[in-house]
């Protein structure tokens, strides 16, 4: 470790996403019950950022993932599982004084009253984060950062980061913001406000219908465009309907109204859902795979679906993404036919086994 806190030397090179954010240590249960009722629990990763990051780095991208882990051994654990997914975790600090978060989850949908969570991220290292002491031209250093609303919540330094890094200066990388409104982390009732100020300074926002209706009070696309003209690209998820795309017309910088708008909306897939967890990431990972790719909006909303199937289908929050070639096959449908695709677990290495069984005499 170097003497900065770094976890190694990184040369900031070019790389197509950064993500910045806190990761966690998860726990998840080994059986369906109330957390006070699973006798064990299986470890894992999570956090919004660094599931992109995964996502992203498994779909061929070079990644880095920027953020802050104690110095102890759940810290290891996530750079070491992050890092082995291909991710760039060079500049990610370590803090001797602070603990790395961790949490712990039922089975359940989180969509379910009976779903439960319970954090330990309150004081956690990556709630340290500010302007001053992250390296910023190592979290600039991609065609794209990915931030999102969580970090915002963590603390007032945190906020502070992402007000810099979401300021609209020359030569900055395109910023891609998911909203991620979590009402639970807020330590004031003006999370809704700092959001929508964040999102404002974004060339690229995620956010759900129901998470503007709850934060804003604005009901369908169009009223959410309304209050977010400036990025270039609004992305409105409306769950298992599909989601909406504004996108600003080439040759219409600055604010948008309707008429410089290009809205494309595409259906969700249907799919066997194994677990409600890591979607939205996956559906973002998707989204800006797609982008860096140069790939029509229509291709990039299916991209997102695509991802988020696969994360729906397994039971963690990170999913095994389908191979480039598969993922371009399905997202070239025709209509009729990606609205009765139906994906169930185990679809994304569907193709490379039968390709290996055709080879096999």
């Given amino acids: 470790m170097t003497t900065d806190g770094r976890t190694g030397a990184a040369p900031h090179v070019a790389l197509d996403v950064v993500a910045l954010g806190e ?60 890092a082995a997914y291909g991710v760039d975790t060079s500049t990610v600090r370590r803090d001797p004084a602070r603990p790395t978060g961790v949490y712990f989850r039922t089975a359940g949908d989180r969509a379910t009253d009976a779903h439960e969570v319970a954090y330990y991220r309150a004081g956690s290292a990556a709630s340290a984060m500010t302007a001053e002491n992250m390296d910023l031209d190592a979290v600039r250093a991609g065609r794209v950062l990915h931030l999102s609303g969580i970090t915002a919540a963590l603390s007032d330094g945190c906020l502070g980061l992402l007000r810099e890094l979401t300021a609209r200066r020359p030569g900055r990388p395109l910023v891609s913001f998911d909203v991620n409104h979590r009402p ?79 809205v494309t909306f595409v259906r969700a897939l249907q799919v066997d859902v194994v677990a409600a967890v890591g979607a939205g990431d996956a559906f973002a990972a998707g989204f ?9 909006v229509r291709d990039r909303l299916r991209h997102g679906h695509l991802m988020a199937a696969a994360a729906l289908t397994v039971p963690g929050d990170l999913a095994v993404p389908p191979a480039r070639d598969h993922a371009d096959r399905l997202a070239a449908l025709d209509d009729t036919a990606w609205e009765t695709l139906r994906l169930g677990p185990g679809w994304t290495q569907a193709v490379d086994r039968a390709q290996e069984e055709a080879r096999t005499p």
């Fill in 184 to 262: 639970g982390l807020w330590r004031s009732a003006d999370g809704p406000r700092v959001l929508l100020e964040l999102a404002r300074g974004a060339d690229l926002v995620f956010v759900g219908d129901d998470e503007a209706r709850t934060a804003w009070g604005l009901d369908g696309g169009r009223a959410i465009r309304d209050a977010l003209p400036e990025p270039g690209v609004l992305v409105v998820k409306q769950g298992g309907g599909g989601a909406t795309a504004f996108e600003r017309r080439p040759g219409r910088p600055g604010m948008c109204d309707a008429s410089t708008d290009t």
């Fill in 23 to 82: 990761s966690m240590v998860t726990f998840l249960p080994t059986r369906p019950g109330r957390l006070a009722d699973v006798p064990s629990f299986e470890r894992g990763i999570g956090g919004a950022e660094s599931n992109v990051a995964c996502v992203l780095a498994a779909a061929g991208h070079s990644v880095r993932w920027a953020g802050r882990v104690g110095a102890d051994g759940f810290g290891d654990h996530l750079v070491e599982t992050i």
């Fill in 288 to 296: 800006l795979s797609a982008t860096l790719r140069g790939l029509p």
